[in-house]
């Protein structure tokens, strides 16, 4: 069974950058027919797109958020990761991410970081 | 940008009912929209992709349909489990989420 992690630092100071890490394991990065996104969702709120990320590099990201963030991917270590560069308050939530078929659903999701800008 | 405007955004329901949660896109460029429920806490699970095609292991209860624009997600009769909060998903776009409440 296919399964996600995130891991990175649960408390970000304002104006540094987010970086998290997704470890895929139970398959591999390398599939030709899915990609590998990242979503977001801040306190009370709703599921926000952030990105995602194909196995050899090419990435799509949410218009709204594209200045501000990159996704890349290690196949050699079945990750993909997400960077948030100069975050504020805005960019605390709990950040998933999670496995894109070939129909654009998330069909498989990490349990979810959270994830707190603030000094 | 595609905007999926979702709605009721909530809605207060007893175990048993039919319950139908409609999303509407702004441009009608593609079938392949996705339901996924979200309980508390918890990471959404797939209900529904390609507008109605339920994913593996999911009760048939769920069910869902598109016509022009509009889809809709449809709960044949609602159970315990069912309360959570549901979102549609179209390409980079999310739906703003139908909260399902016990009435």
């Known amino acids: 069974q296919l399964q996600l992690q995130e891991t990175g630092p649960g408390l970000v100071k304002p104006s540094e950058t987010l970086s998290l890490t997704c470890t895929v394991s139970?398959?591999?990065?390398?599939?030709?027919?899915?990609?590998w996104g990242w979503i977001r969702q801040p306190p009370g709120k709703g599921l926000e797109y952030i990105g995602i990320i194909y196995y050899a590099g090419s990435t799509s990201y949410n218009p709204s958020l594209k200045s501000r963030v990159s996704m890349s991917v290690d196949t050699s270590k079945n990750q993909f990761s997400l960077k948030v560069p100069s975050v504020t308050a805005a960019d605390t939530a709990v950040y998933y991410c999670a496995r894109q078929s070939s129909s654009d659903a998330f069909d498989f999701w990490g349990q979810g970081t959270m994830v707190t800008v603030s000094s | 940008d595609i905007q999926l405007t979702q709605s009721p955004s909530f809605l207060s329901a007893s175990v048993g009912d039919r319950v139908t949660i409609t999303c509407r896109a702004s441009q009608g460029i593609s079938s392949y929209l996705a339901w996924y429920q979200q309980k508390t806490g918890k990471a959404p699970k797939l209900l529904i992709y390609a507008a109605s095609t339920l994913q593996s292991g999911v009760p048939s209860r769920f069910s869902g349909s598109k016509s022009g624009t509009e889809f809709t997600l449809t709960i044949s009769s609602l159970q315990p489990e069912d309360f959570a909060t549901y979102y549609c998903?179209?390409?980079?776009?999310f739906g703003g989420g139908t909260k399902v409440e016990i009435k």
């Open positions: 139970g398959g591999s990065i390398s599939s030709n027919i899915h990609y």
């Open positions: 998903q179209q390409l980079n776009s």
